[in-house]
């Protein structure tokens, strides 16, 4: 018998319940006896302890407990106690039967501590950056939000030929909002109704106006909100109807509302 056939076939538990056969017992017992350091390390009551690392009483079954209980019998059992006490056994107990369970126990438990402080850190993170996203995103929407107008404010713009790079006029964002009166003048241009598409620059299109005639000052005239479509840039591109309906690039215009 060697320690490998004594934990996989369960010697100790079996031993304990009295489930080995005698010889079993008898080989247990020597072993334990000729290994006390294995005998310390065994998750047995320190009185068991210290019965199994004495000589086997001759007159026995398996080596350590008589056939037949004697007066023998009980007063071995108390010489075996001598030495320890109720205290020195529970603690003896917890050591060698539960200190290694307790052990494992305590480095999970402290694994899954700092994991949790770990998760409540970074959820933590997370909401204070998804609170800061939604302030400002509720400050953009606020922002973005069509208003009344308070005032008109009339502008006269002249069309670039070609697509602006920068910021042709700069209204700024005005509050309260106001009317946009917003004239171009088409005076060079060879069509009589014209087609205008607004986009905001760095996002997409916001509208297209279509056939949309000059007056009899050929002024290609419309109306904007100025809180329509929030802070940015606007860029405008005009286009003339030929004759068969097909739209023609004639001029920008790029306007700063920020």
Sequence with gaps: MDRKYIQNEHIVDRYLSGELTVLEARDFEKYCLEHPD???????????????????????????????????????????????????????????????????????????????????????????????????VQKETQSQRMQPPGSVQTLRLQLSRAKPEQATTAIGWTQPPQLLDIYIDATEAKYSTFQITIDKVDEGRLMQLSRVARDSNRDVRFKLNSSAFGRGELLMKVDGYTWRGEAQEIGWLRLDMR
Excluded: C, M
């Excluded at 068991?48 to 056939?67: I, W, Y």
């Excluded at 126990?105 to 950056?129: D, E, K, M, S």
């Design 38 to 136: 294995f005998l310390n390390e065994l998750p047995i009551p320190v009185r068991l302890k210290a019965r199994l690392a004495r000589r086997p009483a001759t007159d026995s079954e398996t080596g350590v407990f008589k056939a037949i209980p004697s007066k023998a019998t009980h007063t071995a059992l108390e010489v075996g106690e001598e030495g320890f006490d109720a205290e020195e056994e529970k603690f003896e107990w917890r050591r060698t039967s539960r200190g290694g369970v307790s052990k494992l126990v305590v480095i999970g438990l402290t694994a899954a501590l700092i994991a949790a402080v770990a998760g409540a850190i970074l959820y933590a993170r997370q909401a204070g950056q998804l609170s800061a996203k939604l302030a400002s």
